[in-house]
């Protein structure tokens, strides 16, 4: 549609038209409708809007209004508000132009004249406050009006001066005589002279008006900027009571489903304060739908005082959970009676594993620039440089899952498979809280790669890593301990690119198998979101939803990670989980964080509430023990945000040692020249191993040709050390479908999995064999 051509508006008129406005870089400027009138530029949706919804309005007296090209201007106001606006034509683009300039003339004399009107309406704010304030004002307005008066003497003289001089320089030239010419002269250079006098006396004159307003402008301005953050203050503080309201009411109408032993005040203030998930969510009338969080599912309580009273029961539920105030001393005592305990053994010195790595380098580079031609094509691989990366591979990033091992030490030592479960549980939120800071992408590995973790030594097991599929990417993992657990993994990492964000989904599934009760668990990982991707800092969320199987027994646990709401009342990265026998009886009651700590508590009793929350949905109240701690975060080294905020146990993943196999990450030479800071040459090294990649594949096509039918060659994308999967949907029936690598893993064999019927790779035994004997004669060069 066209508009009309509307002349250009007087200073007084208002001015209305369609202005195409940028909203996001998914759907890029959007029709708007833009009202210009008292200073003030508002826009609407449509315009019928303008009766009762306004979109957006920018104050014209502060803003600064910029031409980008033809088309497009932008308004913005200092940092708070940046409007990008583009106009259908460049007549239309000047004509606004032109309209908004006068606006903001107008605008800028009539809020000077507001001040000045409201400092002299205003009362005192408190005592002589205010009327100090108000004369400290009419005072600088009236050296300002005195000064004002100068210039304009300074030039009349000024005119007055250059006249008689520009008459006198006149006459000048039609002198002859020689008595005139000497008078002459005379008169022009005294007349010369008042005209610089006076020039100089206007100059002074400016100078200290212009030096006056300055000082009281920056004043004024930040006296009038205190005053809009006290605004905001004052909004947030109302909004922050609102919600506050809005929570203790449904606290209230919550607490009425208890049942009658908590009736009274003192358990009914603790029962009523865990009902959080019912003021998390908004009204219907809230338009912020993309930030709405889910209400919780179930309600703990504190447990009846009879329980509490029994001696008997409560010392039978110490003795089932006996690890939490005694765990060290368990520990002892359990590794002092182990006689295949390293203890037991001959003492061997420890190794010194290294607490730092060289200072992350302060290279910047643009994410946005790289990505930004990635969204909505067919492109399911990119090569991206080392500057954003961590000097780790996946596959040290997958040992990482380890570092909180001593959980799966002290489930190996429950007699109950319920207890058990709690420290599986907790295990497998631990494998989080290093990813908190962790903004760096980890390098994709090689296919063939493989990365060893020998800690037998120190804390009891052995882990190995290999990449085994590289389309799809695909690793394996193998960990076994001494102290009687095994895990094991397959993990392919499938990604969405949106613009604002990248969300990782982990496809496969982790196995933790304990051979004293021969109890077998699995679970699959939540998905993974790195947030400001465009703008802003880069920071991640876990969210999801995590069911523990133990395949033997048939009890469950049902976590769910909490994405992040800018709404809720509740703790960031909040975890809750219950763990139910094969009946679904709950037995326990899980709470904490993904990046700090885990609690459980023994649920005596639960009950099924009344319809609650906006949905009507009924909820479980549990009544419970006293929580007790059954993980806690260990805080991160000194100095960890100059070295990729590294755990101590990502400082010596990368650690050279000796007689590890030659396809193992620590051999990586790209890798190890991020480490040292030469990011540079990192790069180079990166594009030659995927050359080399490339070059491998073709041939390893080539040998599989001849054995089968044809197919076409180079069609794949490159086989690169460092690919991010981009706008690709992510599927596990493709993930399970099979590998297309015609590649035959080293140390792990793809088999079905007799627990969940899925195939994945198994480790085949052979790896630690070859490494006493030194004997990798059968290892590729993929370096």
Known sequence: MSEPKAPIPAPGDTYKGWLFKWTNYIKGYQRRW????????????????????????????????????????????????????????????????????????????????SDDSGDESSPPAAGQGGGSRNSEVQSTLRTLGSKVEDLSTCNDLIAKHGSALQRSLSELEGVRLEGQTSEKIRQVTERATLFRITSNAMINACRDFLSLAQAHSKRWQKALQAEREQRVRLEETLEQLAKQHNHLERAFRGATVLPPSQSNPATDDKGSAPVKGDASDEDDENEFFDACEDVQEFITVPADPKYHRSGSNVSGISSEMGMDDGTASLDEQSVASNPESPQSQEVVPMRKRRTRIPDKPNYSLNLWSIMKNCIGKELSKIPMPVNFNEPLSMLQRLSEDLEYYELLDRAAKCHNSLEQMCYVAAFTVSSYSTTVHRTGKPFNPLLGETFELDRAQESGYRSLCEQVSHHPPAAAHHAISERGWTLRQEIALASKFRGKYLSIMPLGSIHCIFEKSNNHYSWKKVTTTVHNIIVGKLWIDQSGEIDIVNHRTGDRCHLKFAPYSYFSRDVARKVTGVVTDKEGKAHYVLSGTWDEKMEYSRVMQSSRGGENGAEGRQKTVYQTLKAKELWKKTPLPDGAENMYYFSTLALTLNEPEEGVAPTDSRRRPDQRLMEQGRWEEANAEKQRLEEKQRT?????????????????????????????????EPSETNYKSGHQDNYKAMWFERRVDPATGEPTHIYTGGYWEAKEQGNWDSCPDIF
């Open 696 to 728: 491998v594949r073709r041939e390893r096509e080539r040998e599989a040709n001849r054995s089968a039918s044809p197919s076409e060659e180079g069609k794949e994308p490159a086989d690169g050390a460092e690919e991010v999967e981009i706008a690709s």
């Open 34 to 113: 833009f009202v210009l009138s008292n200073g003030l530029l508002s826009y609407y949706r449509t315009q019928a809007e303008m009766g009762h919804t306004c979109r957006g309005t920018i104050n014209l007296a502060t803003a600064n209004i910029a031409v980008e090209d033809s088309c497009n201007f932008v308004i913005s106001n200092g940092g708070t508000q940046t409007y990008h606006l583009k106009a259908s034509s460049e007549v239309e683009r000047q004509r606004w132009i032109t309209a908004l300039e006068l606006a903001k003339a107008k605008a800028f004399r009539m809020q000077a004249e």
